[in-house]
């Protein structure tokens, strides 16, 4: 079963840092272009980082530019998103997403997603 399951998230302070993990089953990310994404309450899913196949590329929401670092392991199949100097304006739900590269980086051409992982920013 192709499965990506998403990890790390939590509750922390305006200031703080998580990283998320994002590994997957069933199916070797090698070959995938994985985009991390997020959605808070009331707004529409959001693309927050993605990355190529090699993890040579990688692009961010200006949103996030210089605070959030995405990065990948492929022999251990895991993409991971560090996350520092959190904002309350953070706080979403993170999905992590495989998709065909060369595609867009966006939700409608995303193949798989995992479940996603809370992220909460609050003092």
């Known amino acids: 079963q192709l499965q990506l399951v998403e990890s790390g998230g939590g509750s922390v302070q305006p200031g703080g840092s998580l990283r998320l993990s994002c590994a997957a089953s069933g199916f070797t990310l090698t070959y995938y272009a994985i985009g991390w994404f997020r959605q808070a309450p009331g707004k529409e899913r959001e693309g927050v980082s993605c990355?190529?196949?090699?993890?040579?590329?990688?692009n961010y929401a200006d949103s996030v530019k210089g605070r959030f670092t995405i990065s990948r392991d492929n022999a251990k199949n895991t993409v991971y998103l560090q996350m520092n100097s959190l904002k309350p304006e953070d706080t979403a739900v993170y999905y992590c997403?495989?998709?065909?590269?060369?595609?867009?980086?966006?939700?409608?051409?995303?193949?798989?997603w995992g479940k996603g992982t809370l992220v909460t920013v609050s003092s």
């Open positions: 997403a495989a998709g065909i590269w060369g595609r867009p980086c966006v939700p409608d051409d995303m193949n798989y």
């Open positions: 990355t190529s196949p090699s993890g040579g590329i990688t």
